[in-house]
């Protein structure tokens, strides 16, 4: 069952650069940053209620991310649901024949889960659902 909206992922090429808008302009607080080497970005937090503004700044050539950008530039690059269930929620998407881009969930930061649902499935969203961890 999905829980609510974790974060809205946006792709800058300039983390600092889109920090001046986010945190400086509109007043919103980084509320943490991360380095994630296995996907190639670093990552800004900045929680907005109970959601997350993520900012993501590729920092490998040949990622995912750096592609999209390359080809799209920035902006929206996927929304993540927070899911109670990662197995249970797969294996429902799974029974109406959406294409997911992960079979298993992967394990991020802080032992939390995740999966992409390929956007052929999602009428062009790329979604990202979250499992956060018990701890």
């Not at 400086?24 to 109970?50: N, Q, S, T, W």
Request: glycine share 12%.
């Amino acid at each position: 069952m999905i829980k609510n909206i974790n974060h809205i992922a946006i792709i800058v090429p300039d983390l600092e650069g889109a920090l001046a808008f986010w945190e400086g302009a509109l007043g919103l607080k980084v509320g943490g940053r991360e380095a994630v080497p296995a996907e190639g970005v670093d990552v800004a937090f900045l929680p907005i209620g109970e959601s997350n503004v993520e900012l993501l700044k590729p920092t490998v050539a040949d990622t995912g991310v750096a592609r999209f950008l390359e080809k799209r530039g920035p902006g929206i690059h996927h929304m993540c649901f927070e899911v109670d269930d990662i197995d249970a929620t797969m294996e429902q998407l799974r029974a109406h024949n959406v294409q997911l881009i992960n079979e298993q969930p992967q394990v991020g930061h802080g032992g939390r889960q995740y999966a992409f649902v390929h956007p052929k499935s999602t009428g062009g969203v790329l979604v990202e659902l979250y499992q956060l961890s018990d701890e």
